[in-house]
């Protein structure tokens, strides 16, 4: 009987199955109504939606692949491409007698689209 055995087949593969990843199912329907919050209006993102590039808001926990799979379901269109930025919150002063507040943190998707796509809201 031995305690220690030299054998590394049998350890290397139990290591490669547990680091292999899940993909996240593209058919996902409960998951990926909730992954587009809302589009992201604001000046710069209007300007940038002239060329292809769309900004969403997405939950903290959305990944690029549920949000190019949700893109694909209710737009219709295929991106191109998927950003995902964090934005950190932020002090503001208040004109209370508190003073200073915090603005939420917020987070967006910047989708590319192919030269001819567009996405209507």
Do not use: C
């Not at 055995?5 to 199912?25: E, F, G, I, L, Y």
């Not at 329907?29 to 590039?53: C, H, Q, T």
């Not at 379901?73 to 995902?84: A, L, M, W």
């Amino acid at each position: 009987m031995a305690l220690f055995s030299n054998d590394t087949k049998t350890k290397n593969t139990k290591k490669a199955a547990t680091r292999a990843k899940q993909p996240v199912h593209p058919k996902d329907d409960g998951r990926l109504a909730n992954v587009l919050v809302a589009p992201w209006l604001s000046e710069k993102a209007l300007i940038a939606s002239g060329s292809g590039v769309y900004v969403f808001q997405i939950p903290a926990d959305a990944t690029k692949l549920e949000v190019a799979a949700a893109i694909e379901k209710f737009y219709e269109v295929t991106p191109r491409k998927v950003n995902v930025t964090h934005l950190p919150a932020k002090t503001v002063t208040l004109r209370t007698r508190r003073g200073v507040g915090t603005k939420a943190r917020r987070h967006k998707a910047y989708v590319y689209l192919a030269k001819g796509d567009t996405i209507a809201f």
